[in-house]
């Protein structure tokens, strides 16, 4: 499990988005931008 912070833009994202497709479970955290943490999970 990994909990990457400000996942929803940046290199927050990307992280996220790289993690999960290595099969890593992630936790997506953001501080504004719902909508886009939402597309990002």
């Known amino acids: ?3 990457v912070t ?3 833009r940046g ?3 990307a992280i ?4 999960g497709k290595a099969g890593c ?3 997506v ?7 886009e943490a ?3 999970s």
């Not at 996220?16 to 993690?19: K, M, P």
């Open 25 to 27: 479970k992630v936790l």
């Open 16 to 19: 996220a988005l790289s993690l």
């Open 29 to 35: 955290n953001y501080a504004r931008s719902s909508k």
């Open 11 to 13: 290199i927050g994202k």
């Open 38 to 40: 939402e597309e990002v």
């Open 6 to 8: 400000g996942a929803s």
């Open 1 to 3: 499990v990994v909990i």
